[in-house]
């Protein structure tokens, strides 16, 4: 795999699709760090939120926009480090980083990093093609285990439905 330096680091393309889960595992720890949303708690953030203006932001909020904007950015690295690899790189990084953002959430889990976490599914879509018939099946078919049709969420419908064409 060719290798691309990250602070003095060679780091490959799988290294970099294996990290999404670090920056996934830090963001639920944030998220956790929070505490739940006690009733008194929940009531005073949205009083402040009604009375100052939607221009509020909670830490909540931060915390997920910096989840996405790691992730984004982790992502632009991913597709630096496919370039010029062999096909069988591509897929074996692509695949790792799919398993990782389609890594189903479990029902009892955070509201919060439920909902993020599965709206981040959209991010593979540009990796599917990348994929070996055989990995996109599994990974239909574990979206499909999940989730019932009517748990899933749109952009889970969307990654159905491609990979679903992809295998024709």
Request: net charge negative; aromatic share 6%; glycine share 8%.
């Amino acid at each position: 795999m060719s290798e691309i330096t990250v602070s003095g680091n060679e780091i490959t393309a799988l290294d970099l699709a294996l990290g999404i889960r670090k920056i996934y595992e830090g963001f639920e720890e944030s998220i956790h760090a929070l505490g739940g949303k006690k009733k008194g708690r929940k009531m005073v953030g949205s009083l402040a939120h009604w009375v100052a203006g939607s221009h509020v932001r909670t830490e909540r909020d931060v915390i997920c926009d910096k989840f996405l904007e790691d992730v984004q950015s982790h992502l632009e690295m991913f597709d630096y480090s496919l370039e010029g690899l062999d096909e069988n790189s591509v897929q074996e990084a692509c695949g790792a980083l799919i398993d990782i953002c389609t890594e189903p959430v479990p029902a009892d889990s955070n509201g919060t990093i439920s909902l993020m976490k599965r709206a981040m599914i959209s991010q593979v879509r540009k990796y599917l093609p990348m994929l070996s018939q055989e990995k996109l099946r599994q990974t239909g078919e574990r979206l499909e285990k999940a989730y019932t049709k009517w748990q899933r969420l749109p952009v889970e419908k969307e990654v159905l439905q491609e990979i679903a064409g992809l295998l024709g």
